[in-house]
């Protein structure tokens, strides 16, 4: 979480949005004039970004292995072939099928249920996806428990991940996603302070988006599920779980895939030396 949005030193031309935002609203937490200092990435923050990067991408190849499986997301309790998907995603050779073998009553009364077949051997080899996917959910989890708390207590979350009020406003907001739409970023040297948008996002995606991915994944585990049936109500049941985890983990690749984009054009060099031996 290194690259620095549309933030600029002192010595940089023009004026810096953090600046600029101090200086519109000082007294908001930053008070105008004063010289943003690059402070660099702590040690922990280092650790915790190459481990829940690791785990993010093993997350994502393993949970498209489980999703080839069966590319159809639900809404409710129950989802399976024979009921209708909220979304089917065509990903894989599951995504449609050309019916079905006849069916086959399992026992001889004429309300039995049948068999439901597929008319071919459907990409179902996904136990090793599965195992791996929640080996490295468990690290996620761990690691991201360990950066939140440990950034309430340092104050890291406070000061560099949390807009400040003075600054949150829809002009600034405005301007500052404009700049990074038009790719209007400076060369930084790695590491706080960040830029609105940029403290926005790092919110977004540490206090919302993986959250909402854990406890969803959580969920659709049967025996915790069963622990604890109040996730069941909360997210809608298992299905529902599903597919909100999807989303919020497409949500979350969406922006490593857009983090590392940032980070090339504003220094790779130099920001993944930060983020790696610190500065």
């Known amino acids: 979480m290194g690259e620095g949005l549309m933030t600029r030193t002192h010595a940089d031309p023009g004026t810096s949005l953090v600046a600029e935002s101090a200086a519109d609203h000082a007294g908001a937490g930053q008070p105008a004039g004063r010289e943003l200092r690059h402070t660099g990435h702590m040690r922990w923050v280092r650790i915790c970004h190459w481990i829940m990067a690791l785990s993010t991408l093993t997350l ?10 069966h590319p159809r997301l639900y809404w409710g309790a129950v989802g399976n072939d024979l009921t209708p998907a909220l979304f089917e995603l065509p990903v894989s050779r599951n995504y449609r099928h050309g019916g079905w073998d006849p ?11 049948v068999s439901a077949v597929r008319t071919y051997d459907i990409l179902n080899e996904n136990s090793w996806g599965r195992s791996l996917h929640f080996l490295a ?3 996620l989890v761990v690691t991201v428990i360990v950066y939140v708390l440990s950034g309430i207590l340092t104050g890291h979350a406070r000061r560099d991940l949390v807009p400040l009020a003075g600054e949150l406003t829809p002009r600034l907001f405005w301007r500052d ?3 990074h739409l038009r790719l209007q970023m400076q060369p930084t040297t790695g590491g706080p302070p960040y830029g609105l948008l940029q403290k926005c996002t790092y919110f977004g995606v540490v206090f919302i988006a993986l959250p909402l991915a854990i406890f969803t994944g959580l969920t659709m585990s049967p025996a915790i599920a069963a622990a604890y049936p109040v996730l069941r109500t909360v997210f809608g049941d298992t299905q529902s779980a599903r597919t909100i985890h999807f989303f919020a983990f497409a949500v979350v690749v969406l922006f490593i895939v857009v983090h590392v984009f ?6 790779f060099r130099r920001q993944f030396r930060a983020m790696t031996f610190g500065n």
């Open 103 to 113: 069916s086959i009553p399992f026992f001889a009364d004429a309300r039995s249920a």
């Open 60 to 69: 994502a190849v393993s949970g498209f292995v489980i999703l080839m499986a």
């Open 137 to 139: 959910a468990w690290f």
């Open 177 to 179: 996603l404009v700049g």
């Open 262 to 267: 940032m980070v090339c054009i504003t220094g």
